[in-house]
C-alpha cells in the first residue's frame, strides 16, 4: 500500500497526479483504504458530545474527504478518458462502494444533527453557504426516513450505481460495435482522400465509428443519399439488440424503475421533481412549461426549412438522413462551408490563439508549455496558467482526440479541485473526441468543433478562476441548471472580430481567413438553430417523460414509450431524431444528467442575458465586451464564487435583474 500513488500526494508541481505511475490495480485498494479513514473520522465526529461548531464539524469533515477526492479525481479520469477492460472492471466495481460510502454519511442522523445544531448567525457567509447546503442535501438523501426504508435506500442506490455504470460502458461499445463499414470506394463520394485513406482496413473495407449523438458529421459530407441512410441507420439502431453485449433496453427500463421507486421513497411524486428541486429550476413542471414553450417554434422552423432543403434536393426528396447534409449545402451558399472553412481552424490555433488569447483579454491571465509535465497520453498537452503579475494559479491539461476506450463526446473535469484551504490550485482537464490526425499532420476543425473547444474552456474557466475557501463550494459543483452558464456563455468569443482574426489563419500559408467568410460566419451565428433546437428538445424532453413517470407506470418497450413520449410533447419529427435515442442516452442512463439534460436549455436562457449584458453594458469603445473590465466583473461576480453563494444571486449580482425567458428565443434566432 505504500506504493500506491494514489495514497501518496503527489511531488509533482500543483501536485498533478503522476499518470504514468497510476495502474489500474492502484485504484480500488486506495479507495477503499481511504473511504476508511474517512468513515473514522465520521465515527469520531459523529460521537462527538461537544456543541457543535464550524471548527468540529465543518472543518473536520471538508478536511477528511480530502484524500479521498484526490485519488478519485485521477481514478475517475483514467476511467473516462482511457477506459479498457481493466479500468472498466474496476469502476464496475468500485462505483456501487462509492454510493454505499455516499450513503453512510447522508443517511447518519449523528452527523445531521451536528449540522443543525450549529448555531448559523456565528459562521461567515461562505460557512452559512457550506451548512445550508449541506442540511439541503441530507434531507433529500433520505434523512427523515426510517431504518427499514433507508435500506431499501442503500440497495436501490447499489443497483442504480452498477446499472449506470454497465449502461455507460455498453454505450460505448456499441460505438464500436455499430461503426459503419463501406465495401466500395465508390460509397464514399464526398470524403476526402485523406479521411477514405484514414478509414481503410487491413480487408479493404472501410470503416468509420460513430460518435456519440445521433446524427453523424460523416452525413454531411456523404454525396449519397443510400450512404448517408446507412450512417444514421446504424446509429439509430444501437443498445436495440443488433449485438447483445452492447443491448441496453432492458438497462433503461431497469434504471428507470429504480430512480422512480427511490423518488417515491423519499417523498417526491417522480424522479424528475428530486432533481428539480435540487437545481435552480425547483420544479419539473417549469422545465417541461419553460421546453415545451419552445417546442412549437422549433418544429416550425423545421418546416420552414424542409422547403429550403428540398430546393436543393432538386426533387428527390430530403430524409432525416439527409437534412444536415443539404443544411451544409445551404450553409456553404451563404458562403458557410465547412470545408472551405476547415484550413484555417487548426486545432492548435483554436487553443493557444483563440481560448488562450480570449482569456488573456478578459482577466489578464497568460498560458505557458510545460513539456515536463506530462499526460496519461502522449498526444496530451499541458499549460501553467499565469495571472497577470506572473503567478501561477494552475495547470491547464488538454486531451482533444479520440481513442478506443474513450468514452464520446466532450468534457471537463477536474484532476485537482482548487481551494484556499486545502491549499490547492486547480488541475483543469479538457477532453473532446477529434479525429487524431495521421503523421504528424495538422488537425484541422469544422466551426462546430471549434465552439465546442469553446465550450469546454469555459467549463475549464469555471475551475481555474475559482477563489473558494471551501473544495466542496469550489468552481463547477454548483447546481447541474447553472454549470453550463460558463461554459456557454464562453462561445460567444468564438465570433468576436478580434478572436476570430487571431486564430482562424490558414494552417499552411497563414493568411488570415477571407474577410467575406468572416462577414457571413458571424451573420450566420444562429444559422441550423431549427434542426439543432429541435435535435435537443426531443432529447430533453424524452429525458424528462423516462423520470416524470411512477414505479407503477414502467413501460415494457423502449422504442414503443421513446416514440409516444415524443409525440406527447409534440416534438417529434420525422426529419430530426433525437440527438441522443434512450438507448444511448448516456447522459441520462449513464448518470450525471438524469432528468437534467434539460439545463443546458435553461442555462441558455442565461447565457443569453449575460452575452447582452457584455455587448452592452460591459463593452467600450465598440469591443463587444472583450476587456479587462467586463472580464473582471464576470470573473469576481460568478466564475470565482463557485457555489459560495446562491448561484442566481451571481447572476443578479451581474446582470442588475433577474433573467429574462425570451433571451433564449433571441440567443437562437427563433423569437
Known sequence: MTSNPLLTPSTLPYSVPDWAAIKPEHILPAVKELMAR?????????????????????HILEDAGRDLAAALMPAFTLMSSVGGTEIDAVQAEIYPLLAEH??????????????????????????????????????????????????????????????????????????????????????LAGLSAERIE??????????????????????????????????????????????????????????????????????????????????????????????????????????????KLEGLAAGSGVKAADYTYYQEKLRAQLGLDDNALRPYLKLENVVEKGIFFAAEKLFGISFKPREDIAGYVPTMKTWEVLDENGEGIGLFQGDYYRRPGKRGGAWMNDAVTGSLRDGTKPVILNNCNFAEPADGGASLLTWDHVITVFHEFGHALHGLLTTTYY????????????????????????????????????????????????????????????????????????????????????????????AKALEKFQIGHELVPPRYRSAYFAHTFGGGYDAGYYSYMWAEMLVGDLEDWFRTEGAKDGDGGLNREAGEVYRRELLARGNARDPMESFVAMRGRQPRAEALLERRGLA
Not at 38 to 58: D, K
Request: glycine content about 4%; aromatic content about 8%; hydrophobic content about 40%.
Open 102 to 187: 455516499r450513503n453512510a454519511y447522508r443517511l447518519d442522523r449523528r452527523i445531521y444533527n451536528r449540522f443543525t445544531a450549529i448555531d448559523l448567525d456565528a459562521l461567515d457567509p461562505e460557512t452559512w453557504r457550506y451548512v445550508e447546503e449541506e442540511l439541503k442535501e441530507f434531507k433529500r438523501s433520505g434523512i427523515e426516513l426510517g431504518d427499514a426504508d433507508k435500506a431499501r435506500l442503500r440497495e436501490l442506490d447499489a443497483k442504480l450505481s452498477a446499472l449506470e455504470v454497465e449502461f455507460s460502458q455498453r454505450v460505448v461499445k456499441a460505438m464500436d460495435d455499430h461503426a459503419v463499414v463501406f465495401e466500395n470506394v465508390e460509397d
Open 471 to 562: 473544495r466542496s463550494l469550489a468552481g463547477t459543483s454548483v447546481p447541474r441548471d447553472f454549470v453550463e452558464l460558463p461554459s456557454q456563455l464562453f462561445e460567444m468569443w468564438a465570433y468576436h472580430p478580434e478572436v476570430l482574426a487571431n486564430f482562424a489563419v490558414h494552417h499552411e500559408t497563414g493568411e488570415p481567413l477571407p474577410s467575406e467568410l468572416v462577414q457571413k460566419l458571424t451573420e450566420a451565428s444562429s444559422f441550423g438553430q431549427a434542426f439543432a433546437t429541435t435535435e435537443f428538445l426531443a432529447a430533453a424532453l424524452l429525458d424528462q417523460a423516462w423520470h416524470r413517470l411512477d414505479s407503477d407506470e414502467i413501460p415494457d418497450d423502449v422504442e414503443e414509450f421513446e
Open 38 to 58: 474517512e468513515r473514522q473520522i465520521w465515527e469520531e465526529v459523529g460521537s462527538n458530545t461537544e456543541p457543535a461548531t464550524a471548527e468540529n464539524t465543518v
Open 198 to 307: 484514414a478509414a481503410k482496413q487491413e480487408d479493404g473495407t472501410y470503416r468509420f465509428p460513430l460518435e456519440n449523438f445521433t446524427n453523424q458529421t460523416l452525413q454531411m459530407d456523404l454525396d449519397l443519399p443510400q450512404s448517408r441512410k446507412k450512417v444514421l441507420d446504424a446509429s439509430l439502431s444501437r443498445g436495440l439488440g443488433e449485438h447483445a453485449t452492447s443491448d441496453t433496453r432492458e438497462i433503461v427500463l431497469e434504471i428507470a424503475r429504480l430512480r422512480a421507486e427511490r423518488a417515491e421513497l423519499l417523498g417526491y411524486p417522480f424522479h424528475a421533481q428530486a432533481v428539480a428541486e435540487a437545481g435552480m429550476a425547483k420544479d419539473s413542471q417549469a422545465i417541461v412549461d419553460l421546453l415545451g414553450s419552445v417546442a412549437p417554434r422549433a418544429v416550425a422552423a423545421v418546416e420552414q426549412d424542409r422547403v
